[in-house]
């Protein structure tokens, strides 16, 4: 006999629904943080929270937060959630599907009166992507006291538009302290956004551990001339050291091995003219582990090699970190217990790493925390082909549900 779970429909007409707001011609979402469509989309967020009865919450920094009662009310609750901003060619499942997957949770409970010992809190990160303000996963970065709160909100945007007054703007900018929700525990629920689960014909990831971040802006100043008159060996190429730090991180990821994955982004070239030797050059490095002495010992090898490639070619080039987050070992009850509840529901599974950063890697300064993943077809993410099978969704939600209402009834 199947166990009862949360009802596929509503769960998927929330994300479809939800997926209208900030829609793209292509089928994809453009909800940006702190834009009219985020507006849009917190207001239907917190509509939906208020039909389902849960008391509405909003902090300083916009992280919105909908808790319904425990019969201990002074326990500190259990909460799950994620974001609803996207990046510019965002999918429909990114982030939204946690949140909605909460409400759906919420909404169980609900309907069949059952009551928790401790609070369920669902929660809704401010600025998860760092598209227009950085850096990424700044709500809960802020929330866990990782960064401060005045210096996110004097942050200025790719648009010249400062955080705070935005968030004024769009009637987010609230009242309760940051931080001031401390959660018995913290548990995620996403899409994979990577290939591994379809690969290997599996329903859900039990995430043990996410990796380390770096990342880096690096400004290389050569020597803007003719590209036809002057000598190879006299050249100060601002273009040419811009590809060959390219090749260098990732010829030292290939000799890593691991987890260790490294990748240039952006380049962008001066004066950007195909018979003119550039004379400056801007490109981002992303350097990844989920071992902290070893992304610090590439981070290292690349800053020896900046200043061996200066040398040799005549060029001044600077390095300035964009975000540094170390690897997150997320809490092993909590694991098992996704682990736990997959096995119940008979649903093939494995423990796995994510390569992506989450508001879940925040949280787990303050409180136990882990993830649950569900496949990505394809593994695309940020794209509007970003798709995740409905009843993957629902055995998704499911896990969580049984997940959450094992923390909740716990002394």
Not at 86 to 112: F, K, P, Q
Not at 389 to 399: I, Y
Request: proline content about 5%.
């Amino acid at each position: 006999m199947a166990r009862e779970g949360v009802a596929e429909a509503p769960l998927l007409a929330r994300i479809h629904d939800h997926g209208r707001i900030g829609a793209t011609d292509r089928g994809g979402v453009c909800r940006i943080a702190l834009t009219d469509a985020d507006k849009a989309g917190r207001d239907q967020l917190v509509a939906w929270m208020r039909e389902l009865g849960l008391q509405v919450q909003i902090d300083q920094i916009g992280n919105i937060f909908g808790t319904r009662p425990g019969l201990s009310p002074d326990a500190a609750p259990v909460m799950t959630g994620s974001h609803i901003d996207t990046v510019a060619t965002g999918g429909r499942y990114d982030g939204i599907y946690g949140v909605m997957a909460g409400l759906e949770v919420a909404r169980w409970l609900n309907e069949r009166k059952v009551q928790t010992q401790r609070p369920l809190v669902v929660a809704a990160f401010t600025n998860e992507e760092g598209v227009r303000f950085m850096p990424d996963m700044m709500g809960s970065l802020v929330y866990a006291g990782g960064y401060p709160l005045q210096q996110a909100l004097d942050t200025v945007g790719t648009d010249g538009a400062r955080l705070g007054d935005e968030l004024h703007r769009i009637g987010y900018a609230g009242e309760l302290p940051c931080g001031a929700i401390r959660p018995h525990a913290f548990i995620e629920l996403h899409i994979e956004q990577g290939p591994v689960l379809e690969a290997e014909g599996l329903t859900i990831g039990a995430v043990e551990d996410l990796q380390g971040i770096s990342w880096q802006e690096i400004t290389i100043t050569g020597q803007s001339n003719h590209a036809g008159t002057t000598p190879m060996h006299l050249r100060r190429d601002a273009g040419y050291c811009a590809a060959a730090i390219a090749v260098f991180v990732r010829g030292l990821a290939q000799r890593y091995g691991g987890s260790q994955v490294a990748t240039v982004g952006v380049i962008d070239l001066q004066p950007n003219l195909i018979n003119v030797i550039a004379a400056r050059a801007t490109l981002t490095v992303d350097l990844r582990n989920t071992d902290e002495a070893t992304l610090q010992r590439a981070e290292g090898e690349l800053a020896a090699y900046l200043a061996q490639l200066a040398l040799e070619q005549g060029v001044e080039i600077a390095a300035k970190p964009l975000a540094r987050f170390e690897p997150v070992q997320f809490d092993q009850r909590l694991v098992r217990c996704i682990e736990a509840s997959a096995a119940s529901r008979q649903l093939p599974q494995r423990r796995m790493t994510s390569g992506a950063g989450h508001d879940a890697q925040m949280m787990a300064r303050i409180c136990p925390a882990a993830m649950i993943f569900v496949p990505s077809q394809g593994g695309i993410s940020h794209n509007p082909r970003e798709h995740t099978a409905p009843a993957e969704l629902t055995q998704g939600a499911n896990v969580l549900l049984d997940v959450l209402r094992g923390l909740c009834d716990e002394g």
